[in-house]
């Protein structure tokens, strides 16, 4: 399984809204509404931040929201703060009880 | 609460094996599985595979089949991950993490271990 595709940053402005796509194939992305999203900040463990594709687990910010369309899925971080400085990464089901990760995406809040 | 406690860092010389231990605790152990990921430094995440603590099933992702092995031992609510054949490109850091499962719904890798730094070099 190739890992999925994210772009590498992705930067905003306090307040900004920006968004992280993720890019699959018709096997893992495209096949199931099992898509997640992590945040890790560095030497920390990722986190959960998104679910079954847009649902968050709670205590998770209501400004995280995310969405699929065919292979790839999209993570919007809206009203961006300094707190959302981290990496984030993508995770798909790929099917018999396999998983694949994204590549990763840092985001800079300028 | 749940808790995932791993083994300490190692370092490996190219060739050898190393067993990472996470040692889990505040729900019943064997009612949920195991999987394990590796992020390389300054890389992404990789997942590794996955193993059931209620009956030892496991499933392992392609790249590492052959290499690794994944086990539990439930008189101590442990998960051990093995790799073998080690080569300098298997120097990650290697979590454990645990799905929370509400019936309806599971949260995928809800819960992390601390993460365990296996440096591989000659």
């Known amino acids: 399984q190739s890992a999925l595709t994210q772009p590498a940053s992705v930067s905003g402005s306090p307040g900004q809204s920006i968004t992280i796509s993720c890019t699959g194939t018709s096997s893992d992305v495209g096949s199931f509404n099992l898509v997640s999203w992590y945040q890790q900040y560095p030497g920390q463990a990722p986190k959960l931040i998104i679910y079954?594709?847009?649902k968050r687990p709670s205590g998770v910010s209501h400004r995280f929201s995310a969405s699929k369309s065919d292979n790839t899925a999209s993570l919007t971080i809206s009203g961006l703060q300094a707190q959302d400085e981290a990496d984030y990464f993508c995770c798909a089901y790929a099917g018999r009880s396999t998983y694949v990760f994204g590549t990763g995406t840092t985001v800079t809040v300028l | 609460q749940v808790r995932l406690v791993q083994s300490g860092a190692q370092v490996k010389k190219p060739g050898a094996s190393v067993k990472v231990s996470c040692k889990a605790s505040g729900y019943r152990f064997t009612d949920s599985g195991m999987s394990w990921v590796r992020q390389a430094p300054g890389q992404g995440l990789e997942w590794m595979g996955w193993i059931s603590a209620h009956n030892g099933n496991t499933y392992y992702g392609q790249k590492l089949q052959g290499r690794l092995s994944m086990t539990t031992d439930t008189s101590t609510d442990t998960a051990y991950l093995e790799l073998k054949s080690l080569r300098p490109d298997d120097t990650a850091v290697y979590y454990c993490?645990?799905?929370?499962?509400?019936?309806?719904?599971?949260?995928?890798?809800?819960?992390w271990g601390q993460g365990t730094l296996v440096t591989v070099s000659s």
């Open positions: 993490t645990r799905d929370e499962d509400f019936g309806d719904h599971i949260l995928p890798f809800q819960f």
């Open positions: 079954e594709v847009t």
